[in-house]
């Protein structure tokens, strides 16, 4: 990881490439909620009562003359791979768009409501599609820049090994070695469980002459928060996609209008929280607006060291990848059906001992296998990798290291939504984030679908023209 900042810079493609023009569209479509619907996030959903910002699904299109790839970034907390693939009907049915070189992907807002449902699933995935279609519309030729800037002040891993043996209760009826949100500032506290990432990543376009066209970035961070219950908001997410174009002063009279837009990275076992030194409790949103306002000026900053290509090759490579279902065993079904057979307000080993009871019996009663889908996109000597889990940080450490591209990032929550990505030793220190019902998929899957990433950013880089990448240290 650079000190700093990073930015990728290309000698030059083919020179047959000169004679190609680069085409983008940018869209944002509206996919906020009725109120009622449930706002999820935690143990005990509850209804929304009021909007205190839109949500919105925002696009990017791209066309190389060959390829077209595209993104589309949905304020929600996680979004089921038949919403998305809904969406993708639609625009195969309405355009001549490959549906499937699409990266879609939740933000995982933690206040919106719960996007599978029946009330809400088909809106959605009609406003994804009409988000692609007016991106589609709105296409011109373009240039299109990338790069990055570390801001680790934002980012603290949240497991912590913790010396209480009380705080390292789970609710199998056993104990592990690190805590998910240890009380803050407590002596307690060894050290975290694992690394961050403070790299924030970003994809700048602009139109042939230099007008502000979208931006896209990409922070591991999990959300803020600091909502008043049964608001939906965006989070920081939106506030970001807002201020980056003030700073970059896109023109709010010209059409088409300028698209800001902030992925999630890896932040299953990342969050906002100083545990060792906690700052004071702020005035909600307040928290967002701070943090949006300095991941925005930190990328407006960077924005002005890339350099723009009018022309890239776009690349995206596609593959399911079939996983086990974690399943309970005889020991564990007998010590849940004692659980259950308590009263409810009878002693309790952990507070959640009730919900991951009733979440091991799913996962005994459901299916023994599951496929997810698996992406990775390619823009000139950027990689990105698409994953449909909360995948932890030190899994898109690995695939920035390995990957074959000079650059490259990882988008979280994309085209499904699975639950948490733990690694093996993650697995062996327990936690929340490990848990049967929060964890659904073998212990090693992050190392198959790792593995995967890399093949699929290799058969997109084996076409790769001649080019160099450097770094300021």
């Known amino acids: 990881m650079v000190s700093a900042f990073s930015l990728a810079v290309s000698t030059g493609y083919a020179a047959d490439d000169a004679q190609q023009v680069l085409r983008a569209g940018a869209a944002a479509s509206n996919i906020t909620p009725p109120l009622g619907e449930a706002v999820v996030g935690g143990f005990a959903p ?45 625009i195969d049915a309405e355009t001549d768009f490959p ?27 009609r406003r994804i599609a009409d988000a692609v279609r007016r991106a589609i519309a709105n296409m011109e030729p373009a240039r299109i820049g990338w790069g990055g800037v570390d801001e680790p002040s934002e980012v603290f891993n949240r497991r912590w090994y913790v010396t209480d043996p009380d705080l390292r209760k789970n609710p199998f009826g056993g104990a592990d070695q690190v805590r998910m949100n240890p009380p803050r500032g407590s002596a307690t506290l060894v050290r975290p469980a694992g690394p961050i990432d403070p790299e924030i990543s970003f994809i700048s376009v602009q139109s042939a002459d230099g007008r502000p066209l979208a931006l896209l970035a990409n922070y591991s961070l999990h959300y803020v928060g600091g909502v008043n219950k049964g608001e939906i908001s965006a989070d920081y997410f939106g506030i970001f996609s807002k201020r980056i174009g003030e700073l970059l002063e896109a023109d709010d009279e010209s059409f088409p209008p300028f698209v800001g837009m902030l992925s999630n990275g890896t932040s299953g076992d990342i969050n906002n929280i100083n ?103 390619r823009i000139g000597d950027l990689g990105i990798a698409a994953i449909p889990f909360e ?83």
């Open 275 to 377: 545990f060792r030194n906690p700052s004071k409790r702020m005035e909600k949103y307040a928290k967002m607006r701070q943090v949006a306002e300095l991941v925005a000026r930190r990328v407006h900053e960077a924005c002005g060291q890339v350099e723009y290509h009018d022309w890239v090759p776009l690349g995206s490579a596609s593959r399911d990848l079939t996983l086990r279902v974690r399943k309970p065993d005889e020991a564990m079904l007998k010590y849940f059906e004692e659980v259950m057979a308590k009263p409810e307000d009878a002693p309790k080993h952990h507070r959640y001992e009730r919900n991951y009871a009733q979440r091991v019996r799913r996962l005994y009663e459901g299916p023994d296998e599951i496929s997810i889908p698996l992406q990775a996109v």
């Open 46 to 90: 509850f209804p929304a009562t009021n909007v205190h910002d839109e949500l919105h699904a925002r696009c990017l299109v791209l066309d190389d003359g060959t390829t077209r790839i595209g993104f589309v970034i949905c304020d929600s907390l996680g979004i089921s791979r038949d919403v998305f693939d809904q969406a993708r009907e639609y």
């Open 99 to 125: 549906a499937e070189n699409i990266l879609m992907s939740a933000t995982h807002t933690h206040s919106a409501t719960r996007s599978s449902s029946e009330n809400y699933s088909g809106f959605l995935a």
């Open 391 to 473: 995948v932890f940080c030190e899994i898109g450490l690995e695939i920035k290291e390995k990957s074959p591209f000079g650059d490259a990032f990882t988008i979280e929550l994309a085209n499904d939504s699975r639950g948490y990505l733990p690694t093996p030793r993650q697995h062996e220190l327990g936690g929340y984030e490990t848990w049967m019902g929060t964890n659904r998929v073998q212990h090693d899957a992050s190392d198959r679908i790792t593995e995967t990433i890399l093949e699929l950013m290799g058969e997109l880089s084996s076409k790769r023209p001649s080019a160099v990448t450097s770094r300021d240290e």
